[in-house]
C-alpha cells in the first residue's frame, strides 16, 4: 500500500479489529465460567434438598426407604437433574428414572466435572459426600451451548460490523488528518521558478505538520533568494556585455572599411564579427529569459484568428523550406478565437521550423498542422530527421542544451527552445517534444488557451 491514508486505515482497523475480537474472546471465557458457576450452584441447592428430605437418620435406612424418600423429590425435577446415589457398602441406591439404569460419568480426583452419556448428551456433574454416601447430580449443559454459540454468532456479526464501520471511519480520520499534509504538497507543486513568492500556510497549533511547513517555507526562501541572485547576475551581465562587443563589432568593422588589410585577415576579420553576431544574439536571449522568468515582459494578448495568423506568413515559411530543399505542408482544422501577441508567437514556429529545417534530410517533409479543439489551440511540427529519445525530449527546452543530428554540428545557442517555452509559457500555454509518426522524426507540439472553440465538421 503506497497511501499513507490506505496504511492508516488499514492499521486502524486492523488495531480496532484486534481489541474487539479480544474482548469478546474473554467475554467467551467469562460468561462460560460463570454459566457453570450458576450449575453448580444448582446442583449444590439440588443436593441439600436431598439431604433435607432423607432426614437426620439417613444412615440407617435401607435402600427402599432411601429409595422412597427421594423419589417424590426427584421426580419434579427430572428434567433438570441426574441423581445417583451410591454407597461403598452396597453399591448403587438409588438412580433417577431419567438415567434409565445408566450411571453418571465419573472422573477420579474432581468433584465438579463435565461429562457426555449416551442419549443424553453432555452433562455438569456434580459429587458430593454424604457418608456413608456418595451423592452425584447432573445438569445438562445443552442450553449453555446453544448460550455460547448464540453469543458467538452475535460477536461475529458485531465484528464485522465493527469492521466495515472502522473501515468507514479510518478513511475518514485518514482524510481529515492528511489534509495539511495535501496542502503542504499542492502549495509545493505550485512554488516553481515563475511562483517563487507563495508559502506554505503555517497554522497556529504547534505540531510536526506546522514545524515541517515552517522548514519548507525557509528552503523556499533561501531557492527564492538563489534564483532573484542568479536572475539579477544574468540580467546585469547580459547588460554589461552589450557595450563591450558593440565596441568590437564597430572596430572590426571600421578595419574592413579601411581595405588595409590581407585577405587572409579580413577572413579572420569576417570570422570574429559572425561570432560577434552569435554572441550578441546569445546575450539578447539571455536578457530574455531572464526577463521572462522575473516576470518582467507583459505580453498584449489580442483575440484573433489562428488560422489567419499562419496564412500571413505560409509563404516565407514555404519560400524559407524551399531553400533548405524541403518541402512544407500545412492544414488546419477547428474554428474559434485565441488570445496571443502574433510578434512573439512568430518567433515560437519560426524557431521551431528552423530546428526542423536543420534536422530535416534533402527533400524531407515538414508538417505544420494547427488545431482548435474545445479549450485549446494545438500546433504540431513534425520533420522526418532522426529524432530524439524520450529522455532528450525532456531535456530539449533546457538552456544550453544542443543534440548532434545527422552528425551536423549544430550552430545555435542552445536557446531557442528555452525562448519558445517562455513564450508559450507567457500566453497561459504548455509544449512539449515527442517523437513523431512511427518514432520517426521530431514532433514539437505547443498549447494555447482558446475560445469559442468549436470542432470543424468531418
Not at 417424590?72 to 425435577?77: D, R, S
Not at 504538497?185 to 511547513?213: K, P, Q, Y
Not at 512573439?344 to 530546428?355: D, E, G, K
Not at 508538417?367 to 513534425?382: A, C, D, G, M, Q
Amino acid at each position: 500500500m503506497k497511501s499513507i491514508g490506505a496504511r492508516i486505515t488499514f492499521w486502524f482497523v486492523l488495531s480496532i479489529t484486534l481489541t474487539l475480537a479480544g474482548l469478546f474472546t474473554v467475554g467467551y471465557r467469562l460468561l462460560q465460567n460463570y454459566v457453570v458457576h450458576d450449575l453448580d450452584l444448582l446442583n449444590a441447592t439440588e443436593f441439600e434438598q436431598i439431604k433435607a428430605r432423607l432426614g437426620s437418620d439417613y444412615s440407617s435406612l435401607n435402600p427402599e426407604v432411601i429409595n422412597e424418600r427421594i423419589r417424590q423429590t426427584t421426580e419434579y425435577a427430572s428434567v433438570l437433574f441426574y441423581i445417583s446415589i451410591d454407597s461403598h457398602g452396597h453399591g448403587n441406591l438409588f438412580r433417577s428414572k431419567n438415567l434409565a439404569g445408566n450411571p453418571l460419568p465419573d472422573v477420579k480426583g474432581k468433584r465438579a466435572f463435565n461429562g457426555r452419556m449416551a442419549g443424553i448428551g453432555e452433562l455438569r456433574v456434580a459429587e458430593f459426600v454424604l457418608p456413608p454416601f456418595d451423592v452425584s447430580i447432573g445438569t445438562p449443559m445443552g442450553q449453555v451451548r446453544r448460550s455460547m454459540v448464540a453469543y458467538t454468532q452475535v460477536s461475529l456479526a458485531l465484528l464485522l460490523s465493527m469492521i466495515l464501520a472502522s473501515t468507514i471511519i479510518g478513511l475518514g480520520l485518514s482524510r481529515l488528518m492528511l489534509r495539511p499534509v495535501r496542502l503542504i504538497g499542492e502549495t509545493a507543486n505550485r512554488i516553481r521558478s515563475d511562483n517563487l513568492t507563495e508559502r506554505i500556510g503555517v497554522t497556529g497549533i504547534d505540531d510536526e505538520i506546522s514545524e515541517l511547513a515552517r522548514l519548507l517555507n525557509q528552503m523556499f526562501d533561501r531557492l527564492e533568494s538563489s534564483f532573484n541572485q542568479v536572475r539579477q547576475f544574468s540580467a546585469e551581465v547580459s547588460h554589461e556585455l552589450k557595450t563591450p562587443l558593440s565596441l568590437v563589432q564597430l572596430h572590426a568593422e571600421k578595419l574592413l572599411g579601411d581595405g588595409g588589410l590581407s585577405p587572409a585577415q579580413e577572413d579572420s576579420v569576417q570570422v570574429q564579427l559572425e561570432e560577434l553576431a552569435r554572441i550578441n544574439q546569445m546575450v539578447d536571449e539571455l536578457l530574455f529569459l531572464s526577463r521572462a522568468e522575473a516576470q518582467g515582459i507583459r505580453m498584449n494578448l489580442q483575440m484573433q484568428d489562428p488560422h489567419r495568423f499562419l496564412q500571413n506568413f505560409e509563404q516565407d515559411v514555404v519560400a524559407l523550406a524551399e531553400h533548405h530543399g524541403q518541402r512544407l505542408r500545412y492544414t488546419h482544422h477547428g474554428q474559434g478565437r485565441v488570445a496571443f501577441e502574433e510578434r512573439w508567437l512568430r518567433q515560437v514556429v519560426l524557431n521551431i521550423l528552423s530546428n526542423a529545417l536543420r534536422a530535416s534530410p534533402p527533400g524531407g517533409l515538414i508538417t505544420l498542422k494547427s488545431e482548435v479543439v474545445p479549450r485549446y489551440w494545438r500546433v504540431s511540427i513534425e520533420d522526418e530527421g532522426p529524432g530524439l529519445s524520450r529522455e532528450q525530449c525532456e531535456r530539449a527546452f533546457e538552456r544550453f542544451v544542443r543534440f548532434n543530428q545527422n552528425g551536423k554540428e549544430d550552430r545555435g545557442s542552445g536557446l531557442g527552445l528555452a525562448i519558445c517555452r517562455s513564450i508559450i509559457q507567457l500566453h497561459n500555454g504548455h509544449i512539449r517534444a515527442e517523437p513523431g509518426t512511427a518514432d520517426r522524426g521530431l514532433r514539437v507540439v505547443f498549447e494555447i488557451p482558446a475560445s469559442d472553440a468549436a470542432e470543424s465538421p468531418p
